[in-house]
């Protein structure tokens, strides 16, 4: 099923090599309850919807084939990228601070550089050193600097993310983008991530550590969500090692009303993950400001990705209205 989303979007979406379903039944989904989901849709400023079931295209609207900044979704590719090098050896996740020499414009504590690898990746540092790239909920819930020690408490908390893409680009010495383009876009059949237009490190006015924003595709994000319902392979190929797959998407610590936190991952937790919807135990999630997302529905071997044109000022899709458009979805369910 195909529709174009909002003003402006292309009467068909842009598959490229993508399989499809002949019919939703066909997959043994509801179409009536598809197009509810695609009205739903249709109301909000989605600007690419895309569902992919059992490694085919169930549905599609909107503009798959255009990038946009996946903002959070990042964390998640790096954390693959964490885990490739970690197996590897290459990355040591018990090393703290301290031993890599990692430090800040403000100078970090004794106790603070005690954070290892690990607590970062789990956003558990205790390390709230101004950031940036950081939205205003960010922002908000950031605690008082010293306020904790390392691995003592869970913060959602750019600090740690900007400083793990130093720790990668040090431990490997591989640029984060063109690693990411050979070591997983490649192998997973991504079509459109070119890492020296695609990728950025942007400058931070209080902190050492860049951001690394990411510029991507519906459908490309969809085959990194595929890549991770496999069990980390791709045509035959372990690309991300099963383990790290399976233990970068376990519940490590609770976060309230988006359910739990993983290795930069979100994960279900009772069915918590987004307001309005009740997800499948096992669910996992990659989110970016104002409503990117990638949802991996492992009880459904469904990839569901969600994209809004952030390239303008004005539109958002909030995590309680993307629960009510994914609601709609699971009620197509078999």
């Given at each position: 099923m195909q529709r174009a989303l909002g003003d402006g979007d292309a009467a068909e979406a842009e598959l490229g090599a993508w399989?499809?379903?002949?019919?939703?039944?066909?997959?043994?989904?509801?179409a009536a309850?598809?197009?509810?989901?695609?009205?739903?849709?249709?109301?909000?400023?989605?600007?690419?919807?895309?569902?992919?079931?059992?490694?085919?295209?169930?549905?599609?609207a909107g503009r798959v084939a255009a990038r946009f900044n996946a903002h959070s979704i990042r964390k998640s590719l790096l954390s693959a990228l964490i885990g490739i090098h970690a197996e590897a050896g290459r990355i040591d996740l018990e090393a703290s601070l301290e031993d890599l020499g990692i430090d800040d414009q403000l100078g970090l504590t004794p106790r603070e550089k005690l954070a290892t690898v690990l607590?970062?990746?789990?956003?558990?540092?205790?390390?709230?050193?101004?950031?940036?790239?950081?939205?205003?909920?960010?922002?908000?819930?950031?605690?008082?600097?010293?306020?904790?020690?390392?691995?003592?408490?869970?913060?959602y908390n750019n600090w740690d993310f900007n400083a793990l893409g130093t720790i990668f680009?040090?431990?490997?010495?591989a640029d984060i983008f063109r690693d990411f383009a050979a070591r997983i876009a490649a192998p997973c059949g991504m079509e459109d991530f070119r890492p020296e237009q695609d990728g950025a490190y942007v400058p931070l006015p209080e902190?050492?550590?860049?951001?690394?924003?990411?510029?991507?595709?519906?459908?490309?994000l969809a085959r990194f969500g595929q890549l991770f319902l496999d069990g980390g392979r791709a045509d035959g190929r372990q690309v991300v090692p099963e383990?790290?797959?399976?233990?970068?998407?376990?519940?490590?610590?609770?976060?309230?009303?988006?359910?739990?936190?993983?290795?930069?991952w979100w994960v279900a937790r009772q069915g918590v993950m987004f307001p309005n919807v009740v997800v499948p135990e096992g669910s996992y999630a990659a989110l970016g400001t104002r409503g990117h997302v990638l949802l991996?529905?492992?009880a459904l071997q469904a990839v569901v990705v969600h994209r809004v044109d952030t390239d303008q000022p004005g539109p958002s899709v909030s995590y309680a209205r993307f629960g009510r458009l994914l609601r709609h979805l699971l009620a197509a369910a078999p």
């Open positions: 399989p499809r379903w002949n019919s939703p039944e066909d997959a043994g989904w509801s309850g598809l197009r509810a989901a695609l009205e739903d849709a249709a109301n909000t400023d989605t600007a690419a919807l895309m569902v992919v079931v059992r490694g085919r295209v169930l549905l599609s607590d970062l990746l789990c956003a558990r540092s205790g390390i709230y050193h101004p950031s940036g790239y950081e939205s205003p909920w960010m922002l908000s819930i950031k605690p008082a600097r010293h306020s904790a020690g390392p691995g003592t408490a869970w913060c680009r040090q431990c490997t010495g902190s050492r550590h860049p951001a690394y924003p990411f510029r991507l595709t519906a459908r490309d383990n790290w797959m399976r233990m970068s998407v376990l519940p490590v610590s609770e976060a309230g009303h988006h359910g739990a936190y993983g290795y930069m991996v529905l492992p």
